[in-house]
């Protein structure tokens, strides 16, 4: 891509709370754009993991926030029935049931903002809207790209506004969640094919596309509709140099076509995954608002990924996940770059 002189503008998506050093070394180190996901992390671990990535490659790679949308609840709200749902999750790893409310849900993005200034990434792309005009001028001042990330036509065209130099446009089959900012998710659910056109016609800036690309048929489409580049999460996910626990990696080899659900879950909002035993216990009650109920959840995650519980963790996956049969990241960004 033009933009960032990428040899193949194949992106590997950013995965908040997933990404691995490594793999993203690796995707940047092969001629594209490897992204890592900076969600929850404190501007210490973010200034140690972009000096740590810069350490790693001489190419150009990405790193990525979450955008507070306004929608977030403060700690302090009734989670009785979440937790009451919860509990028998809690019960059966033996586990308490979290108790004491924190003082905040998550870090503060005006932190983690002031980070990545300082720290200078090549790239910082954006999910959930686009930071303060303030912050864009500040970023390309000192040279960071910003990308922005759009479920709609009219993100899309929001993020040009907000000043980003790429736009991801992301269709309804992607893994993990659905980062609409200006709709609920559930009322902005495109799909790539009919996104990715749409985008390209409404904004100058270059169109990333994603959602459902895991091959290299997929990249081929994506730049037959006009896109410049591709972003792809799953097939990386898959492979063994993600950070991906093992059973996630099995249950990804495992999946039939129509084996993934967009559930609220994990955190409250809508993201895409396998539907297991913790989605359908979950969802027989009352799921709490964004991100609390990372919170009434969270604590059940963690365990169910230290014990290799695959019915208990996010099993993160896009419709696309049955192509993904390699097992190796460098494998993956070959038949991907075969297709441009
Ligand atoms: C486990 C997981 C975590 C993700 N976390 C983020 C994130 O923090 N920020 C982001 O921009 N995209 C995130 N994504 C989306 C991916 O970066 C990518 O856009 C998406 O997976 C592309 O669709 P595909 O899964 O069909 O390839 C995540 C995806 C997965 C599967």
Do not use: C, K
């Not at 937790?83 to 849900?105: I, Q, S």
């Not at 790239?123 to 990308?147: H, N, Y």
């Not at 495992?254 to 895409?272: K, M, Q, S």
């Not at 709490?288 to 014990?307: D, K």
């Amino acid at each position: 891509m033009a933009l960032l002189d990428l040899d193949v503008p194949i992106v590997l998506g950013p995965f908040g709370g997933m990404s691995s050093l490594e793999l993203t070394a690796l995707v940047s180190d092969a001629g594209g754009l490897g992204s890592y996901g900076l969600y929850g992390y404190d501007p210490a671990r973010i200034a140690d993991t972009v000096a740590r990535l810069r350490a790693l490659t001489e190419r150009p790679f990405a790193v990525n926030l979450w955008i507070p949308v306004g929608d977030e609840v403060t700690p302090g709200g009734d989670l009785s029935g979440p937790l009451a749902t919860a509990r028998p999750l809690y019960d059966e790893l033996g586990l308490p049931v979290p108790g004491d409310v924190p003082e905040r849900y998550g870090v503060d993005i005006e932190a983690q903002l002031d980070a990545v200034l300082e720290a200078r990434p090549p790239v910082l792309s954006l999910v959930f809207g686009m930071p303060p005009t303030a912050f864009v001028d500040e970023a390309r001042s000192r040279g960071i790209r910003l990308v922005g990330t759009a479920t709609t036509v009219a993100e899309a065209v929001a993020i040009e506004e907000a000043g980003a130099d790429a736009v991801v446009a992301t269709g309804l089959e992607a893994g993990g969640h659905r980062v609409s900012f200006l709709r609920d998710a559930a009322d902005s659910l495109v799909g790539t094919f009919a996104l990715v056109p749409q985008v390209v016609d409404a904004v100058r800036i270059p169109v990333i596309a994603a959602g459902g690309i895991a091959d290299r048929r997929g990249v081929a489409a994506a730049r037959a509709l006009g896109a410049s580049g591709v972003q792809v999460g799953t097939a990386f996910l898959r492979t063994r140099q993600s950070a991906a626990s093992d059973a996630h990696r099995a249950a990804l080899a495992r999946i039939a076509a129509d084996d993934t659900v967009l559930t609220r879950a994990a955190t409250g909002r809508l993201a895409r995954g396998i539907r297991n035993r913790l989605i359908d216990t979950v969802e027989a009650g009352p799921i709490a608002p964004f991100p609390a109920q990372s919170w009434v959840i969270g604590p059940v995650r963690t365990e169910a990924n230290r014990r290799g519980l695959g019915e208990l963790q996010s099993l993160w996956a896009g419709q696309a996940a049955p192509l993904a049969r390699l097992d190796d990241a460098g494998d993956v960004f070959r038949e991907l770059a075969a297709g441009w």
